[in-house]
């Protein structure tokens, strides 16, 4: 009991400062410069503009239909701790906006800082278990009527806000600012959920698997796993060889692989991350 106390504190307290933390990218980047980069906060961003309300105010009125919908559509499950981030970045975008004035009124520098800094506080709320309501709910929602994957209705969604706020603006530039802050926020999150890592993964096909294997083992000190594969042309039994090592081992590892066969047939591939002995280590618990 004890530990699920501490969990939903340290859960509590990522979703506050992540909601903050976006809260100020919008105050100090992209609100000021007409960027409505997707999102809830793209259209309440439209509607400041347009009708003098203020951001915060505004987002949390559209969510309140979204929570709704999402309450009677897809239960209880979107759960308090989104119902609490909405809240908290709500509060915050409007409490901040008085007392923070723009880092910057160079569009591109803004639309840039600001998907960074947003990127940032929404990858510290999921870390959190939480979320700020908005359009990914509204995509969720969505995808129960539609079967449709939530990645390419959020794209819709979003793309509809920006749009929209590129009609309301009058400007096709303040549409492709928002589209790239929209992007960079989306390789923020990505970067911060998945890690950053050297590794690379080998894919290795050869007849000579045993000797490129027990290379690997002796000379570069990594495991190797081996299962039997068919090919689809010949219809043959092959044996491939996975290895991961760091991007330092790299050109070892190839020219082992040659050394030994040089018909070798080798796929490379990037690893977001790698979590175990030789590389990252297992906590007691990875979120």
Known sequence: ???????????????????VVMA??????????????????????????????PVGAVMLALNVPIFIWGFWRLGWGVGFRSILGTIVFSAAVDSLAPVVSALTHDTLLASLYGGVVLGLGLA??????????GTALVAAILRSYTGVNVGQLLFLVD?????????????????MYALLSLFI?????DLIQEGMSDAKAF??????????????????????TLWEGRGGYTGKTRTLLLAVVSR???????????????????????????????FKELDKKIY
Do not use: C
């Not at 510290?124 to 309501?133: A, E, F, I, K």
């Open 1 to 19: 009991m004890r530990e699920n106390w501490k969990d939903t504190g340290r859960d509590i307290v990522l979703i506050l400062a992540g909601t």
């Open 24 to 53: 100020l990218g919008l105050d100090l980047f992209l609100v000021p410069n007409k960027i409505a980069a997707g999102g809830v906060s793209g259209l309440a961003t439209v509607l400041h503009y347009t009708l003098h309300l």
């Open 124 to 133: 510290l709320v999921y870390r959190g278990r939480g979320s700020t309501g």
């Open 159 to 175: 793309g509809a806000v920006v749009a929209t706020a590129g009609i309301a603006f009058r400007s096709a530039e303040l549409a």
């Open 185 to 189: 926020s989306s390789w923020v999150i």
């Open 203 to 224: 894919l290795i096909i050869s007849d000579k698997h045993a000797a490129i294997a027990q290379a690997v083992l002796q000379d570069l000190d990594r495991g190797v």
């Open 248 to 278: 330092s081992e790299v050109p070892r590892l190839k020219e082992t692989v040659y050394r030994i066969d040089p018909r070798a047939f080798i796929i490379l591939a990037d690893v977001h991350e790698v979590i175990g002995e030789g």
